[in-house]
């Protein structure tokens, strides 16, 4: 176990200060400080995150550092979140980490979130199985949705993508519009076990291919509500658990009518789901069902892995450090990255 890399990881790309330290795909500690500030304004205010961020990244770092049971000069080498991203957020963790490697004389590595969102899959207890290649991924986040092909650990094809707002995006604003508080995703889906998925109907957007539309069904979400509480003031109140339960069951039917069309068409049957959205119940119920009919396999990771976090982080890192793919001090933080 000695003689295997230990790479410390730090996420910053949107309000959640991570690090993570791993070795042999192992994960020997994982620390989050999440921002509670965001809430009372019913979304991410970027410059009270990069704050944020400057006030959490050192004490993230030691605990991560601690809970590993290492000292700092075992470190291999330094990853970081180099984007997509908040820029503030992104440049409080390149900067730290630039420091960081420096100082320790280790390597520096950058990440793209979306590729460690994916390759979350590959850390040693995210799943029973890691998939094998190619496979097909739906990542779905607050700020993304994408079906991805993963033909090896770096050689990925976008199939498919918002061309609007993300899935994440579409439960946050229908939160809103019910007066839940934010974020509004794990609401919905605690309530959502309470009601009835089909009391109400909510046309779906018809996109060609593989791209998906969520502009609409927020807007149509929207002007629903307004309607029905124009002719009764308690229409919310009475129909809150059937209504979340319809918006999920909309979302969800979205997403894994577009996931199964991508698999037949390119006859890959492994499908995995990345991103945190892929923590909604019904969205994971729904790929155990896909698995149990026998013509698919597919791959759930833990909670721990789902939302932003640096574990993913670390693991992209100890890919990349095995293939001496490495970065320097003049990597600059982007906001957009490719695949």
Same mark, same amino acid.
């Given at each position: 176990m000695t003689d295997f890399p230990i790479i410390l990881g730090i996420e910053s790309s949107c309000d959640d200060t991570a690090s993570a330290v791993i070795q042999n795909n192992k994960i020997l500690s994982n620390v989050i400080a999440n921002q509670k500030v965001h809430q009372s304004y019913g979304g991410v205010v970027p410059e009270l995150a990069s704050r944020a961020h400057q006030q959490n990244i050192v004490p993230v770092v030691n605990e991560a550092i601690k809970q590993a049971g290492i000292s700092k000069d075992k470190i291999s080498a330094v990853a970081y979140t180099r984007g997509p991203g908040l820029m503030g957020s992104l440049l409080v963790g390149s900067s730290f980490a630039k420091s960081l490697s420096a100082s320790l004389d280790v390597p520096l590595i950058e990440i793209n979130h979306m590729q460690a969102h994916i390759l979350a899959h590959f850390i040693d207890d995210a799943n029973e199985n890691s998939p094998d290649f190619p496979f097909l991924c739906l990542t779905v986040s607050g700020g993304h949705t994408q079906i991805v092909k993963i033909n090896d650990y770096f050689e990925m094809e976008l199939l498919g993508e918002t061309i609007d707002d993300a899935a994440g995006e579409a439960f946050d604003k229908a939160g809103k519009v019910l007066g839940l508080d934010y974020p509004s995703g794990p609401i919905i889906d605690k309530l959502a076990k309470e009601g009835n998925p089909d009391k109400f109907k909510f046309s779906k957007p018809k996109v060609d291919g593989f791209n998906f539309s969520f502009s609409g069904l927020k807007t149509a979400i929207l002007y629903f509500i307004q309607k029905e509480v124009k002719e009764n003031p308690d229409f919310i109140e009475e129909n809150l658990n059937d209504l979340c339960a319809s918006i999920q069951k909309t979302i969800v039917d979205i997403l894994m009518e577009k996931i199964i069309a991508a698999s037949e068409k390119s006859g890959i049957n492994q499908i995995a789901i990345a991103g945190g959205v892929s923590a909604n119940s019904?969205? /994971?119920? /729904? =790929?155990?069902? =896909? $698995?149990?009919?026998?013509?698919?396999?597919?791959?759930?990771?833990?909670?721990?892995?789902?939302?932003?976090? $640096? $574990?993913?982080? $670390?693991?992209?890192?100890? =890919?990349?450090?095995? /293939?001496?793919?490495?970065?320097? !001090?003049? !990597?600059?933080?982007?906001?957009?990255?490719t695949l």
């Open positions: 019904e969205i /994971r119920n /729904r =790929l155990n069902e =896909l $698995a149990k009919s026998g013509n698919y396999k597919t791959f759930v990771p833990k909670f721990e892995y789902t939302t932003d976090n $640096a $574990a993913m982080i $670390a693991m992209v890192g100890q =890919l990349k450090f095995e /293939r001496s793919i490495f970065a320097d !001090s003049t !990597s600059k933080s982007v906001s957009k990255y």
